[in-house]
């Protein structure tokens, strides 16, 4: 049975329903509040969505690790009591709708050529729903099993969302404007540790960031590489963050372009090839940044960059530096 359609709402915010189709499963409880801990607490289990799978299991891992805990990769009761420290806040939360939340424009779905995206103003969310899910680090499945049909997309109205809100989100005066949004639509905390090392492993796909003492400190699933781009391996450092980047789509540089294809600018946007930021190495047309597909993370290969969801992006791109060195093994 399909998914019935949903509305797309315009930049003036007109009502529309939050459609629950009779397939959509409800997501397990135990599951969604350990992704929902594991988000809070640096160590990402991808989409949020009560399902569990092998971003949940890597997540616990890396969480388990970081505890001196044994590595099952399993909510096993152990990890469980770990958690309850951190237990204070519920897991999901009502959460009320503003004009802020809610503020487009959206543009619809993407056209999939990039000459085509290259005349657009952004590659902005494509509806509230897809912007939404992408703030609450959720899946619009996710949204709508934990809501009602009578739920209404609109400011006012109030909705049940994982809660990833941040405690802090108390950033510098300086920082720019359009990037402190960013940060804020994405729920990213400022609040982050500081990383002195970032090592990504191909065996287990996911990134690590580890403090001056040498503990893992974070940890997020990952793509990287693919047959015809594989990984750089080696260690390399990072050079600098450009946040809301264009993306400049060069043919030559991707094995699967058209033949016609023609180098074009492609205007920022969340739905941008490398989403909100883009962590620069020192590794020639190479570099850590978002995705326009976050369910897709550790599913799907790459064209040798590490993309992780935005949020993550985000979130990693705090925590780093120029000069900090980034370690790619097998």
């Known amino acids: 049975m399909r998914l019935l359609k949903f509305l797309v709402l315009s930049a003036a915010f ?17 599951i ?9 607490l640096g160590f990402g289990p991808g989409v949020i969505d009560g399902a569990g799978g ?3 299991a890597k997540a616990l891992r890396g969480w388990q ?4 805990l044994p590595l099952t990769g399993k909510l096993d009761a152990a990890t469980v009591k770990s ?19 809610l503020e487009g424009p959206f543009v619809g779905p993407l056209p999939a050529k990039e000459s085509d995206q290259a005349k657009m103003k952004s590659l902005g969310y494509a509806d509230a729903m897809e912007k939404l899910a992408e703030r609450y680090h959720t899946t619009r499945a996710t949204l709508i099993a934990l809501n009602s049909p009578q739920t209404r997309v609109r400011p006012g109205a109030t909705i049940k969302v994982p809660n ?8 510098a005066q300086d920082i720019n404007p359009a990037w402190r949004k960013t940060l804020w639509t994405l729920n990213v905390g400022s609040d982050q540790p500081e990383v002195a090392k970032v090592v990504v492993d191909k065996s287990d796909g996911v990134l690590r960031g580890y403090d001056g003492a040498g503990k893992l400190v974070a940890q997020f699933p990952a793509t990287m590489g693919s047959e015809y781009d594989p990984l750089p391996i080696g260690t390399w450092k990072i050079q600098g963050r450009s946040y809301n980047p264009p993306f400049h789509y060069n043919p030559k540089l991707f094995w699967d372009a058209d033949s016609t ?3 074009a600018l492609l205007p920022p946007g969340p739905n941008g090839p490398v989403g909100v930021v883009w962590i620069d190495l020192d590794k020639k ?14 599913r799907t290969e790459s064209h040798g960059c590490i993309r992780l969801t935005n949020w993550d992006a985000a979130r990693l791109a705090l925590m780093v530096k120029p000069g900090t060195p980034a370690v790619f093994q097998e």
Request: aromatic share 6%.
């Open 285 to 298: 047309h190479y570099g850590i940044h978002g995705t326009p597909r976050p369910e897709t993370i550790g």
């Open 54 to 56: 092998m971003s949940f």
């Open 65 to 68: 690790e970081a505890k001196g």
């Open 83 to 101: 958690f309850a420290p951190f237990r204070a806040m519920p897991t999901v939360i009502d959460v009320k709708l503003t004009p802020a939340i």
């Open 164 to 171: 990833v809100i941040p405690p802090k989100q108390a950033f």
């Open 32 to 40: 969604l509040g350990a992704q929902v801990l594991l988000d809070r």
């Open 261 to 263: 294809d023609k180098k």
């Open 14 to 30: 007109l009502p529309a329903l939050i459609p629950i189709a009779a397939s959509a499963a409800a997501p397990d409880q135990r």
